[in-house]
């Protein structure tokens, strides 16, 4: 499968500093999505600043759809109408008097009619469960309320890729489910989402693939294999997931048959071993032989 947005050879370093990235071959997939994970100052912002056009490699090269990306107007326009990042402080991103102008500001500088500003504008704030925010202003909104509009900012683009640095950061439980909600009906529309997080849990939970930033190089791979290597996420500074460690405890102990997938949340392990709660992730239970 041929990705979408790819860096092949890049390397980055900022001014007056070592180099950040080299070498790096790395590309996205259309339909995945992918959780990027590392410790801090392991490359993370830099990585994604590069697939979105924020910085240009200053060795290798960007390519969209396999064209080299080129920095000039015309290009950067079709680059970031394909791909979008929202940051992970939603105060830098969000300026405009209300929600809706904010979330306009970028159609509008398409040139797109007023019709079709309106309809994105429609869209996103559907897609991210504030409509009822249309006309609120920016600065009385909520931290989840501002993460969710940012992101809408950015949907109203219609990117095909959406890269997002921690989005669930500083959000309470609730906060983060409907986050993650918003994400999935966006999957399902058809964009790619890609996440960066320090959580290992919800990359496991949510990802179909991971991308672990190491001093030895990236390691991409399915997210609920690669994520439940110790010595991989040790590597990278990240602390161990749930997850896998409670999914290969009940399969040693004849609990959980051998490709029957584990569960992903306390909850859903609650529900489980709850025989009048059901069986919450539908696990293929095997019972321990009697002694």
């Not at 500088?109 to 079709?116: A, C, M, S, Y």
């Not at 890729?161 to 439980?173: C, N, R, S, Y």
């Not at 960066?196 to 672990?212: I, Q």
């Amino acid at each position: 499968m041929n990705p979408l947005v790819e860096l092949t050879g890049a390397g980055y370093a900022y001014e007056d500093g070592p180099e950040v990235l080299s070498g790096v071959d790395f590309g996205i997939a259309p339909g995945r999505a992918l959780a990027l994970l590392g410790r801090n100052g392991s490359g993370k912002t830099t990585l994604m600043r590069l697939l979105s056009g924020g910085l240009r490699p200053g060795s290798g090269e960007l390519r969209l759809d396999g064209a080299r990306v080129a920095y000039d107007r015309a290009g950067l326009t079709r680059l970031r109408t394909s791909v979008q990042l929202v940051v992970q402080d939603p105060d830098d991103q969000l300026f405009a008097a209300s929600v809706a102008q904010d979330v306009s500001f970028g159609p509008m500088n398409l040139g797109l009619t007023t019709g079709e500003v309106r309809a994105r504008v429609d869209a996103a704030l559907d897609a991210l469960d504030i409509t009822s925010l249309r006309d609120r202003p920016t600065h009385l909104l909520s931290y989840g309320q501002r993460k969710r509009a940012a992101i809408a900012g950015a949907v109203a683009m219609a990117p095909r890729v959406l890269i997002l640095d921690e989005p669930t950061a500083g959000l309470d439980p609730d906060g983060q489910e409907r986050l993650l909600d918003a994400l999935a009906g966006l999957r399902a529309a058809g964009t790619t989402v890609v996440m960066a997080t320090h959580d290992v849990d919800l990359a496991v939970r949510w990802a179909d693939d991971a991308a672990v930033l190491t001093p030895a190089g990236i390691r991409l791979g399915p997210a609920h294999t690669l994520l439940a290597d110790p010595g991989l996420l040790a590597a990278a500074g990240l602390r161990a997931a749930w997850s896998p460690a409670v999914t290969s405890f009940l399969r040693a102990r004849g609990l959980l048959s051998a490709h029957a997938p584990g569960p992903t949340t306390p909850q859903a392990l609650a529900a489980w071993s709850d025989p009048a709660g059901g069986d919450g992730d539908g696990l293929a239970v095997v019972a321990p032989a009697r002694t």
